[in-house]
């Protein structure tokens, strides 16, 4: 699901469901009340969001960009430090890193680390041709370095970077509990890469077995800190109403990002050297609360005509949501060419939704019913009705978009030499302003100290402005439009016969048996994708080797006899680590892996070898960015994979075999804390699990058990020692499926006040309909105010 275009979308629809976040910069205790004006019991961290933006972030002005895992690590603490401070947990804080993905996920993974490989190697060649043009102008600049952090692809499990991540959070979270009022009085989860699952995964599979316990507080208030928009998703699945999502405000950061860069332009290079700190865009952060989104929504989605006996059920409702949402994007299935989230798709399906409701004959899924064995919690008939209903828009949708896409390559032809002109001017001002011209005729038997300042000081700014050109560059040539490559459309989805193009491309099929042989089979794979990612939200993974096994989705027009599938998974279990690298790393990054292995991807004898192309398709067409295509790479074989990474894994030795290990989540207190006493305990037993005793872990149950970094506080006279921080294993019990329904005894947040239906339709309205409607209630004002005066 694209993130910018769905938080865009939900802004925009529902207002008040996103607010600012406070960011309290005084020395202020984070034991202190939240400056939010609410307290939160527990905090979730989906790492990965904050790994990437640490390692390579978007901005490296002023000599922030880090050159070594150290530097990344601290950039992550000072990361948390922000997003503790902001919600303030009191119970608890839960790190998730991804761990070993399904093999549903691990594809799409692949082709983003093979198309970052190629990309990088474009960058790098356009490079190099910039630093000879700076040379050639006499301009020198800092050398190309490479570096730790040069590869971002480390950031995958199984790698020495994640491993030394993991000992640095445990480092970090151990000086934060002996130093930090905030911190003291509660729990630590680490789920470090070695703990198979994504992030946001394992956080949610927390959240669903704790409600399972008697002892579980339904009031628990939740904070996830995550980028991606499957979050908002995964939170309704829930079905905790005290439920908020905190994120960076990323629409309004490139304004604050400009405005900073005005500041920084307006201040003496001598301040701007000083503090690395100071250095930092500060970002601006938001929390979306999920009682109101349940609030719009039970507004939104009433059903104006619905069946005979027929109640209206807002976790039904939502459940719907969650589903229908899938069709306009997910991770796990490729887009549907139907269906795009800036063109209000999701308005679309829900109308169709509300519209035909009385025609589906009810909700379409019923995730109370989410272990039958028979499937029966997805009403496929329905489903197909659905979708067809959407599937009758296409040809409208198809048309609209050649239109909107012949209107923009004619206003780009119209504004390009103008365009040009404007570059190619600022191109010059630029060169002109930052030229380092040395006095002539001066000579000296050694240059001053204050010379050498003055080079540095230019080679710096020269350095500056390559970079930026660099980037200018580079996104420049990623726009096909504006560079004067209108690239290939050989589908035409807006003329006649796009569905037997589009299989003749995409799927190698020609001829009517042909393509209806292969919609079938593609709608077959499809359907069961849509039985695998329900499961996955509500559940967990009903197979960790399941894969739709296509580049391309159907038509939602397509997807008849959709009903007729019955799926059937098997669990399977999850890679190990290095076989994930093996499954999802470019030759270029063979580099991560143990060198016994790294052969097996860059040796032409290798029996895998056909895994790692060096060069592979990447579909342009129709497309305008570069980013937007599709990478066509091989499909992982997983018998082939492991046969040959078994054979291997004999040889992997010290820190190369622990980090090809499966492990459990770690759980940190600090030695005050009223669960010591029987983690103390579990030091002088054998390694078997320990039930945890409700009445001393405010807010989470399970099981501890030893765990390789497990710390024991005991002193010389087996006493705890004060301020020492304990560590043990953490599993989670499997005691039943998750109930997606309220819980007894919740109490819902004050209604906002604003909120009522006729607000929720008028917002739903475009702006000429809002201006039609003020001229109606206007006229009506003066009609009834006439009225009164002169009867």
């Known amino acids: 699901m694209g993130v910018p275009s769905f938080f865009r979308w939900l802004g925009n629809k529902y207002p008040k469901v996103v607010v600012k976040a406070i960011v309290d910069q005084r020395d202020e205790s984070t034991s202190s009340p939240n400056p939010n004006g609410m307290e939160f019991d527990n905090l979730y961290l989906d790492m990965n969001g904050i790994i990437h933006p640490c390692f390579h972030p978007e901005s490296d002005e002023d000599g922030v960009q880090p050159t ?12 948390i430090d922000t997003l503790f401070n902001i919600v303030r947990p009191r119970k608890l804080l839960y790190m998730a890193i991804d761990g070993v993905a399904p093999r549903a996920k691990m594809n799409q993974q692949r082709a983003r680390r093979f198309k970052s490989a190629k990309d990088k190697e474009l960058a790098d060649a356009e490079e190099e041709k910039l630093r000879r043009q700076f040379e050639l102008e006499g ?15 480390i950031i995958t499990p199984g790698t020495d970077f994640m491993d030394k991540l993991s000992n640095a959070l445990r480092s970090y ?7 930090d009022s905030g ?3 509660i729990k630590v989860i680490l789920s470090d890469a070695n703990v198979p699952g994504e992030g946001e995964h394992k956080i949610m599979s927390f959240i669903r077995q704790q409600r399972n316990f008697s002892s579980y507080d339904p009031n628990t208030r939740h904070c996830l800190y995550g980028l991606d928009a499957d979050l908002i998703m995964l939170a309704l699945a829930t079905h905790e109403v005290h439920f908020s999502i905190l994120r960076e405000d990323v629409l309004n950061q490139e304004q604050q990002h400009a405005n900073c860069q005005s500041v920084r332009e307006m201040t003496p290079s001598s301040v701007k050297s000083g503090n690395r700190k100071a250095s930092i865009v500060k970002k601006p952060y938001q929390l979306l609360h999920v009682w109101i989104l349940r609030e719009y929504l039970e507004l939104d989605m009433q059903i104006n005509d619905p069946p005979e006996n027929f109640k209206f059920d807002l976790e039904c409702i939502i459940d719907d949501f969650i589903f229908m949402c899938f069709f306009a994007g997910n991770d796990f299935l490729p887009h549907m060419p139907t269906l795009e989230i800036h063109e209000n798709a999701i308005d679309l399906l829900m109308t169709i939704y509300k519209k035909e409701f009385k025609n589906l004959g009810g909700y379409m899924v019923d995730m109370l019913r989410v272990n039958d064995k028979k499937s029966g919690f997805i009403k496929l008939s329905r489903v197909e009705k659905f979708i067809l209903l959407v599937g009758a828009y296409e040809d409208k949708i198809f048309k609209k978009r050649s239109e909107l896409r012949e209107r923009k390559l004619r206003r780009l032809c119209l504004n390009k030499d103008s365009l040009e002109e404007e570059i190619d001017a600022g191109s010059s001002a630029t060169d002109s302003s930052s030229t380092c011209t040395l006095p002539n005729g001066e000579e000296s038997e050694a240059p001053s100290l204050g010379m050498f300042e003055n080079m540095h000081s230019q080679i710096i700014e020269n350095t500056k402005e390559f970079k930026q050109k660099l980037k200018d560059s580079i996104r420049r040539k990623s726009d ?20 037997e193009r589009y299989y003749k491309y995409k799927f190698s099929a020609e001829g009517p048996g042909d393509i209806e042989s292969k919609r079938k089979e593609v709608v077959k794979y499809y359907t069961e994708g849509l039985f695998w990612v329900l499961l996955y939200y509500f559940s967990g993974p009903p197979s960790w080797t399941w894969f739709y096994p296509f580049h391309y989705a159907p038509f939602a027009s397509d997807l008849k006899g959709l009903g007729q599938v019955k799926p059937k998974f098997e669990k399977g279990s999850p890679f190990l680590p290095i076989d994930t690298l093996m499954a999802v790393l470019p030759p270029r990054s063979a580099h991560a892996l143990p060198k016994v292995y790294q052969t097996l991807m860059t040796d032409e004898s290798s029996t895998i070898i056909d895994f790692y192309p060096s060069d592979f398709e990447i579909d342009m067409d129709g497309k305008r960015f570069t980013w937007q295509g599709i990478c066509k790479l091989p499909f992982i074989e997983e018998e082939r994979l492991l046969s040959e990474t078994r054979k291997l ?3 992997l030795v010290g820190e190369d075999r622990d980090r090809n290990k499966e492990k459990v989540d770690q759980l940190f207190v600090l030695s005050t804390h009223n669960m010591a006493s029987q983690i103390v305990a579990l030091f002088t037993k054998e390694n078997c699990p320990i039930k945890i005793d409700n ?14 970094n497990a710390s024991s506080v005991k002193g010389g006279d087996n006493k705890l020692q004060e301020d020492s921080v304990l560590c043990v294993g ?21 209604k906002v006040s604003e909120l009522s239906e006729f607000a929720i339709i008028f917002m739903s309205l475009n702006g000429l309909v809002h201006i039609c409607l003020f001229s109606y209630l206007f006229n009506v004002m003066v009609y009834l105010l006439c009225h009164c005066v002169y009867g």
Do not use: M
Request: glycine share 8%.
């Open 68 to 79: 070594s895992f150290e530097e990344v690590f601290i950039n992550i603490f000072e990361y």
């Open 139 to 153: 301009k020198q600049v800092l050398p190309k370095k490479e570096n730790e952090v040069s590869d971002s692809n």
């Open 173 to 179: 979270i151990s000086l934060r509990l002996n130093n």
């Open 183 to 185: 911190w003291r009085d």
């Open 480 to 499: 096909l439009f504006k560079n004067g490559d209108l690239g290939t459309d050989k589908v035409r989805y807006a003329a006649a016969g796009y569905k």
């Open 649 to 651: 894994e004999k040889e």
């Open 695 to 708: 009445s001393l872990c405010s807010g989470i149950s399970g099981f501890f058990r030893l765990h390789e």
């Open 730 to 750: 953490y599993e989670l019990p499997n005691d039943g499926p998750h109930v997606p329904r309220l819980l007894a005894g919740v109490e819902f947040p004050v």
